[in-house]
C-alpha cells in the first residue's frame, strides 16, 4: 500500500533528480514558476488518487505527531554516524563543534526547537526546505528532525559535501523563512581537529648519545580531513626548547594513528626534562591538540643501585655480601666499555671490580666483605662508578654476641614443692625471642634464689628452637612457706615464689564445701600437721583473695582464725568457716595458712539473686497406659531472694510442657506432667533460667509389631510380678503380702526404724556441729528428703517382697544418700605406698582419705553417692593431677596405683 507522501515522490522524482547540486539554490523559484506543468502533476496525483480508492488499496499517511516536549529548547547539531540533523539528545557521537547555524553568521545564530519547529534562535523564523510549506519540525524517532507538508513527512536533513544542509533525498537547501531566505551551513564541515596523547608508559630513560623515543597517539576529532605538521620539543626546567623534531601528518574524519618521534640526544640534553608535542591545528573544548610528558636524559655515566640491603644482617665474623644493579647510560665514549666500581665499608677501601657494559646495558654484581666483631652492630656499605662518581651506600646490621645476647629469654615452666632440706627443682625453657644468629651460641643462665646464686648452667642455643634444662635448690631451714625464685638470662628472665613445707606446721586442705550463696557460711576443713620435732602453738588463718581471676590484683583479707596446739608429729582437722559478702563474688581465692606452710583452693560465691536448680529429675513410664510417660522434676530456688520463673519440660527438641513457679529462698517444687511417651529413647531436659538438666526417657514398642515374640515384660498385671509397664510398683503391691514374703507389718517396722536412723545420720554428716538439731531444722530437713524416701521405701518393698537381698542392701544405701557402687584402692605397684582418695560431688566432699598399701592389696572404702554425678580424685599430693568425672554410674568405680601413672575408672 502506497501512502500520498509516496505517490508524490515517485511522481516528482524524475523533475527534480535531473538538477545539478549547484541548482539547488534556486529550486524553489523554478519550481514555483512552472504552473502549467504544477498542473499537470496535480491532475495525475488526483488521478491516481481516486483509482486506489476504488480498487480499495488507499491508505492515507498518519499525520505527523504533536511536537515532542523531550526536545523542546534544543540546539541541532551534526552526527557523525550518518551527517544526518538531529537534536542534541539524540546525538551520540558529534564533532567538536556539532552546532548548525545560519550562513554569514559565523556559527552565532544557531538553529534551536520551539514548540515542536526548528526555528532561528535569534529571529525565531522557522526553517524550511523549498517553500513556505515544507517545515523543519520534531518528531518521535531516529532521526528526529523531518520535512513535512500539511502534516505528512516528506525528507529528512544532511550536511553535503559544501557543508550546506539539505534533505536527503531531493537535496533542497535548508533556509530561514522561505525559499528566498539564508542558507543554514555547518561551518565545521571542513575543519579538522587533531587530538594528541603521549604515550607516557612507553618512554625509557637514556643517557646522552643514546636514541630517546617518544610515542603519541593522534586522533582526528573532527568532522573534516586535514593534513598537519606535528611538532616534538625537548624542554628543560624553565621550559627552554632544547632540541625538536617535526612530523607532517594527514588523518580522515575520526582517524587515529600512532607516530613515534626518534630523538638523538646530544650530552647537553641532561638538563631535559619534559617532551612537549603540538598538532598545527585548532584546539576545542573536547579535543587537545597538545601533550607533554615527563623524560629523563643522564649524562652519558655509569649508575649503581643497591638492591637488598634491607634483607642482609650478618653475624659478625660471616661474611657480608652486597648485591647491586650496575647500569650504563649514554653512548660516551662509544661501544662497550669497562667501568670501575669501587667497594668500601665505613669509608676503607674493600676492593675494586671492572663491569663490562655497553651502552644501556644493566648488570646484577656481588661485592663481599669479611665482618668481625668489631663491625657489630652494623657498619655503612659504599659502592661508587669512577666514571660518573654515582655513588650508593646502605648501612647494615651486623648481629654480634651483644645482640644475640639481649634476645636470649630465660622463662620458668615448672617447679615442684619441697620440704625444708629437699632440693627444690626449678625447670626453666632457653630461647631467643628476637635476633636468631645463624650459627650454635652459648650463654650463662643463673639461678637466684632470695637473692643469692644458687644454680647455673651453660646452656647451647641453635637457632629457633628452645631448651628445657632443671636448677636446684638445696632449702633451709626457715625457707618456708615460700622463697624468691630468679631465673636469669644474658636477656630477660623471669621470677616465682614457690612453696617450700616447712618444719613447722603443715597445712592441707581438705575439703571445702562449695559453691555457696552469698551470706552463707563458707566451710573448709584442713588437716594441721606438727611436722616439727617439738610441741608448739600456733595462729592458723584462713585468708581469702577477690583477686583471683587477676593476675595483676592482689586482694587478701583474713577471714577466720585459730590458736591451735600440737605436739611433735601430732595431726588435727579443724573446720573453719565465715560468712560470704557481696565482694566475694563470683570467685574467691581460699587459704589456710600456718606460720610455715599454706594450701589454697578456690571457692565459687553465688549473689544474690534467686537461682532455680534442679537437684532431681525422672521420666517414669505411666502404668495406667504404655503409651504414656510420667515426666517430673523437683526444682528448688537456692538463691537468697524470692522469684517467679518459667519451668520447661523438652522431650528431645520438643517442648512438652510449661509450668510458672514461684519460690522463696530454698523453697522446693515438685513439677509432674504426664505425656504422650515417645517411640525410642528420648532425651528428657528441664530448663530454669538458670540450668538445664537431662536424663533419657524410655520409648514404647514398636506397634507393628503384631504377633512376634518380644523380650520386653508382658503389661499384663498377672505377669508384672508386682510391678506397672514401666517398672514402678503398683497399688496391689504395697497394699498386700506374698505368701512366700515377709510380713507387711515387720517390714513396715523395719522400714521406720531405717527412716529414723537416716533422718539422724544425715543430720549428723550436713552439720556435725550443730547435731543434734533443732525442731525447724529438722522439719527443713525432713521435707527436702520426703520425696526421696518415698521412692526408696517402694522400691526396698518390691525387693523383700521378692527376696532380693542385693536389691534391698541397694535401696537402704539410696536411703543414705548412697549409690549401689562401691570405691576401691588397689596398689599394683611394687613397693609400700601412700596416697590420697577424694570423692565428691557438687555439694559435698562424700569421702576424704589418706591410704598406705602394701605391693598389691586391694581395699574398699565405701558406696559411692547416690547422684547423677560425682568425681573421684587421687594423688600424693595434688589430689586433682588425677581427677575424673563419672555420671550415671551404676557400678563400682577403682583407683589403680600403677608404674605408669594412677588410673580411674569404672569397674563395671
Request: with cysteine; glycine share 8%.
Amino acid at each position: 500500500m502506497l501512502s500520498v507522501a509516496s505517490i508524490t515522490g515517485a511522481v516528482e522524482g524524475p523533475a527534480k533528480s535531473g538538477s545539478t547540486r549547484g541548482e539547488r539554490k534556486n529550486r524553489g523559484g523554478a519550481i514555483g514558476g512552472s504552473s502549467h506543468e504544477l498542473d499537470r502533476r496535480r491532475v495525475a496525483v488526483l488521478v491516481a488518487t481516486v483509482l486506489l480508492i476504488g480498487a480499495g488499496l488507499f491508505v492515507a499517511a498518519p499525520d505527523i505527531a504533536a511536537a515532542d516536549d523531550d526536545h523542546e529548547d534544543e540546539y541541532v547539531v551534526v552526527r557523525f554516524a550518518d551527517d544526518h540533523i538531529v537534536t542534541e539528545s539524540v546525538a551520540d557521537e558529534i564533532p567538536p563543534e556539532p552546532y548548525v547555524s545560519v550562513d554569514g553568521s559565523d556559527g552565532d545564530d544557531r538553529l534551536i526547537v520551539d514548540d515542536g519547529m526548528v526555528v532561528d534562535a535569534n529571529s525565531g523564523e522557522q526553517i524550511v526546505a523549498g517553500s513556505e510549506d515544507n517545515r523543519v519540525q520534531t518528531i518521535s524517532g531516529d532521526p528526529n528532525l523531518v520535512v513535512s507538508t500539511d502534516g505528512y513527512v516528506n525528507d529528512t536533513l544532511v550536511v553535503n559535501d559544501d557543508g550546506l544542509i539539505e534533505t536527503s533525498e531531493e537535496g533542497i537547501t535548508a533556509t530561514v523563512g522561505d525559499e528566498d531566505g539564508d542558507e543554514i551551513i555547518f561551518e565545521e564541515a571542513n575543519e579538522a581537529y587533531f587530538n594528541v596523547s603521549i604515550l607516557d608508559d612507553e618512554i625509557d630513560d637514556v643517557g646522552a648519545g643514546e636514541t630517546l623515543t617518544i610515542p603519541v597517539e593522534i586522533t582526528n576529532d573532527g568532522y573534516g580531513t586535514d593534513e598537519e605538521d606535528v611538532l616534538l620539543e625537548i624542554l628543560d626546567g624553565s621550559g627552554n626548547v632544547l632540541g625538536s623534531v617535526d612530523e607532517e601528518l594527514s588523518l580522515d574524519r575520526g582517524e587515529t594513528t600512532t607516530l613515534e618521534f626518534e630523538y638523538e640526544t646530544e650530552q647537553d640534553d641532561r638538563e631535559a626534562e619534559m617532551a612537549e608535542v603540538t598538532a598545527d591545528t585548532k584546539f576545542s573544548a573536547t579535543s587537545s591538540g597538545i601533550d607533554s610528558a615527563d623524560i629523563t636524559i643522564h649524562s652519558a655515566e655509569t649508575l649503581v643501585t643497591i638492591t637488598d640491603a634491607d634483607d642482609i644482617a650478618p653475624a659478625a665474623g660471616d661474611e657480608l655480601e652486597i648485591t647491586a644493579e650496575v647500569e650504563r647510560f649514554g653512548n660516551d665514549p662509544e661501544g662497550e666499555q669497562d667501568v670501575l666500581v669501587e667497594f668500601r665499608v665505613d669509608g676503607t677501601h674493600v676492593s675494586t671490580e671492572a663491569v663490562t657494559l655497553g651502552p644501556g646495558d644493566s648488570s646484577t654484581e656481588t661485592f663481599t666483605y669479611q665482618t668481625s666483631e668489631d663491625d657489630a652492630p652494623g657498619v655503612t656499605a659504599t659502592l661508587t662508578s669512577q666514571d660518573g662518581g654515582d655513588t650508593a651506600t646502605a648501612d647494615v646490621d651486623v648481629i654480634g654476641q651483644a645482640s644475640y645476647n639481649e634476645s636470649v629469654s630465660a622463662e620458668i615452666i615448672d617447679r615442684n614443692y619441697p620440704d625444708e632440706g629437699d632440693d627444690l627443682v626449678i625447670t626453666g625453657e632457653v630461647g631467643y625471642t628476637g635476633v636468631v644468629p645463624d650459627s650454635p651460641q652459648e650463654h650463662r643462665i643463673q639461678l637466684f634464689v632470695d637473692g643469692e646464686v644458687a644454680d647455673e648452667r651453660t646452656i647451647e642455643l641453635d637457632g629457633d628452637e628452645w631448651v628445657e634444662s632443671e636448677f636446684t635448690y638445696e632449702t633451709q631451714q626457715g625457707d618456708a612457706p615460700r622463697v624468691d625464685v630468679e631465673l636469669r638470662s644474658p636477656g630477660t628472665g623471669d621470677t616465682a615464689r614457690p612453696l617450700v613445707a616447712g618444719s613447722g606446721f603443715a597445712v592441707d586442705i581438705q575439703g571445702i564445701v562449695e559453691p555457696v550463696n552469698v551470706t552463707d557460711d563458707l566451710i573448709t576443713t584442713a588437716a594441721i600437721e606438727n611436722t616439727g620435732d617439738i610441741d608448739g602453738e600456733q595462729d592458723v588463718r584462713v585468708r581469702i583473695d577477690r583477686g583471683v581471676d587477676d593476675p595483676g590484683t592482689t586482694d587478701h583479707h583474713v577471714r577466720d582464725n585459730r590458736t591451735i596446739s600440737l605436739e611433735a608429729g601430732e595431726r588435727t582437722i579443724e573446720r573453719f568457716s565465715f560468712r560470704t559478702r557481696d565482694a566475694d563474688v563470683p570467685k574467691i581465692e581460699v587459704a589456710v595458712i600456718s606460720d610455715d606452710d599454706e594450701d589454697v583452693t578456690n571457692a565459687t560465691v553465688r549473689s544474690r539473686n534467686a537461682r532455680f536448680d534442679v537437684p532431681e529429675l525422672s521420666a517414669d513410664r505411666d502404668g495406667a497406659s504404655d503409651s504414656e510417660i510420667e515426666l517430673s522434676a523437683a526444682i528448688n530456688n537456692t538463691g537468697l531472694e524470692p522469684d517467679e520463673q518459667y519451668v520447661e519440660f523438652v522431650l528431645d527438641d520438643d517442648v512438652v510442657h510449661i509450668d510458672r513457679v514461684h519460690l522463696e529462698p530454698w523453697e522446693e517444687r515438685v513439677i509432674t506432667t504426664t505425656v504422650e511417651a515417645p517411640e525410642d529413647d528420648s532425651s528428657f531436659s528441664v530448663v530454669t533460667d538458670n540450668v538445664s538438666e537431662t536424663v533419657t526417657a524410655a520409648g514404647v514398642d514398636d506397634p507393628d509389631d503384631g504377633d512376634e515374640p518380644s523380650d520386653e515384660p508382658s503389661t499384663d498385671d498377672s505377669d508384672t510380678n508386682g510391678e506397672s509397664a514401666d517398672g514402678e510398683p503398683t497399688d496391689d503391691d504395697v497394699g498386700d503380702e506374698d505368701e512366700g514374703g515377709v510380713p507387711w507389718y515387720l517390714f513396715v517396722l523395719g522400714v521406720l526404724g531405717v527412716v529414723s536412723s537416716v533422718l539422724a545420720l544425715i543430720a549428723y554428716r550436713n552439720d556435725p556441729d550443730a547435731f543434734p538439731p533443732d525442731a525447724a531444722s529438722v522439719k527443713e530437713r525432713a521435707s527436702a528428703t520426703v520425696a526421696d524416701i518415698r521412692r526408696e521405701l517402694i522400691a526396698i518393698g518390691i525387693a523383700a517382697r521378692n527376696g532380693d537381698t542385693a536389691a534391698v542392701m541397694a535401696a537402704l544405701k539410696g536411703l543414705v544418700g548412697l549409690g549401689p557402687g562401691t570405691l576401691i584402692v588397689q596398689n599394683e605397684l611394687p613397693r609400700r605406698t601412700t596416697v590420697r582418695v577424694r570423692c565428691q560431688t557438687a555439694h559435698d566432699t562424700v569421702l576424704l582419705q589418706d591410704l598406705e598399701l602394701d605391693p598389691d592389696e586391694r581395699r574398699a572404702l565405701g558406696s559411692l553417692p547416690n547422684v547423677s554425678q560425682f568425681k573421684v580424685g587421687a594423688g600424693v599430693e595434688d589430689i586433682t593431677a588425677h581427677e575424673e568425672v563419672f555420671q550415671e554410674i551404676s557400678g563400682d568405680i577403682g583407683v589403680v596405683l600403677r608404674a605408669d601413672g594412677i588410673l580411674i575408672a569404672n569397674l563395671g
